[in-house]
């Protein structure tokens, strides 16, 4: 019984420790004269700075987007240098690569007419 | 409530006159509770404006008037608590950078004649301090809620949105570290008297 004794009367002695804390801290009668001006000074300042931040976003956006672009614009084939690819069929793509393998003079002549 | 729900009603619709007004209100509590969380004096302005300056900017996220008080009980938690855990970073290159003239200014402030009543509450806000150390500063915010603001559980769960179950094991834990300093600084036996 005596260790839950003192420990009672520790838990007591913690208690009037912190009342005498809470007297011995008590709220401010009055603030300095500056706190509100210095208050509305950080408000501002807090607002400036809020402001940068999204000038700055805004700017490193924009130039992303032209450095995109330009990039894009580079790696992306012409028109003018693939005419052929973009206005023949695959059809005629496939008979322009292979006009000089004249598949039709190596076929027998005797070839049977299969749609007859 | 310090103030009516239409005051922070118009603050929160940018009223800078309201929101004045409720600064005003509750300036002196918060000051109080941070004087209390953080025991340095000297900081104890900043703190509180950065208490307000948070209240300003996220004042328009503040659902209902309501519960604005438990709301604003929680800035100033979180504040202290960036207060104290800065601190707890500098608190060895500020040793290390005390001065000489500044050790003789103290020195000087202590040999000067000062009120016997302020001694002793130096002395309690000193040793509180010291004991509150031993903790971290999570801990030593919400013992000092409990325990100095004399706030309820349910406040506590408010501020905290912590269940009250979850509340009573921190605490209890905290006051249990908080007690091992206070035996162990040989202040339960009753020698550095308060």
């Known amino acids: 019984m005596e260790p839950m004794h003192t420990e009672d009367q520790n838990g007591a002695r913690l208690d009037s420790l912190l009342a005498a804390y809470r007297d011995a801290c008590p709220d401010p009668e009055s603030a300095s004269v500056d706190f509100m001006p210095n208050l509305w000074r950080k408000i501002e300042a807090k607002r400036i700075d809020t402001t940068f931040v999204f000038r700055?976003?805004?700017?490193?956006?924009?130039?992303?987007?032209?450095?995109?672009?330009?990039?894009?614009?580079?790696?992306?084939?012409?028109?003018?240098?693939?005419?052929?690819?973009?206005?023949?069929?695959?059809?005629?793509?496939?008979?322009?690569?292979?006009?000089?393998?004249?598949?039709?003079?190596?076929?027998?002549?005797?070839?049977?007419?299969?749609?007859r | 409530m310090l103030v009516e729900f239409e005051l922070i009603e118009r603050a929160r619709n940018g009223d800078a006159g309201a929101f004045n007004q409720v600064v005003q209100a509750y300036r002196k509590r918060i000051l109080g509770t941070i004087a209390r969380l953080i025991g340095r004096p000297d900081d104890v302005e900043d703190v509180g404006q950065e208490v307000f300056l948070r209240l300003y900017y996220a004042l328009e996220q503040l659902r209902t008037p309501e519960v604005f008080e438990p709301w604003l009980y929680r800035l100033t938690v979180n504040a202290a608590y960036d207060y104290l855990r800065k601190q707890k970073r500098r608190k060895e290159s500020r040793m290390s950078d005390l001065s000489e003239q500044a050790v003789v200014m103290a020195d000087a402030v202590a040999g000067s004649k000062v009120d016997a009543e302020e001694t002793r509450r130096t002395k309690v806000r000193e040793l509180v301090q010291s004991l509150l150390g031993k903790i971290s500063e999570e801990d030593r915010i919400l013992l000092m809620m409990k325990e100095v603001e004399g706030l309820s559980l349910k406040e506590l769960e408010q501020i905290y949105k912590v269940n009250e179950n979850a509340l009573k094991v921190r605490l209890f834990r905290a006051r249990q570290r908080v007690l091992k300093a206070f035996e162990a600084n040989g202040i339960a036996d009753g020698k550095p008297e308060v």
């Open chain 1, 56 to 115: 700055r976003l805004a700017q490193f956006c924009m130039a992303a987007t032209a450095a995109l672009l330009l990039l894009t614009s580079l790696i992306t084939p012409r028109a003018s240098d693939d005419e052929m690819l973009y206005s023949s069929t695959y059809a005629d793509v496939l008979a322009a690569d292979h006009a000089d393998a004249a598949y039709v003079e190596s076929l027998p002549a005797d070839l049977p007419e299969v749609n």
